[in-house]
């Protein structure tokens, strides 16, 4: 017998920590101000959203950006409210 409450959040914390991960990797646009990058850690989120549920999304961008508000506080937060209504809208 399985538990599907705890396979779930297993799912989405792994998820949330590979987008983690993969928001180190930005890369710049050529042609664009520097601030511009292209941020892959979206995918994940969106993964969760299509295989588990819209909120199990929502949950990766949450966790991905509260860790990011953690360890990097660059920003006070307003980079990764903005970056979570962004993904979210998205996943």
Do not use: C, Q, Y
């Amino acid at each position: 017998m399985t538990n599907k409450k705890l396979s779930g959040l297993i799912k989405v914390s792994v998820l949330g920590a590979m987008a983690f991960v993969l928001m180190f990797l930005e890369f710049p646009l050529p042609i664009f101000p520097e601030f511009l990058k292209i941020d892959i850690s979206d995918i994940p989120a969106v993964f969760a959203a299509f295989s588990i549920s819209p909120f199990a999304g929502i949950l990766v961008e949450f966790l991905k950006n509260l860790i990011h508000l953690i360890v990097r506080n660059s920003t006070a937060g307003i980079g990764e409210m903005a970056n979570f209504i962004v993904g979210s809208s998205m996943a």
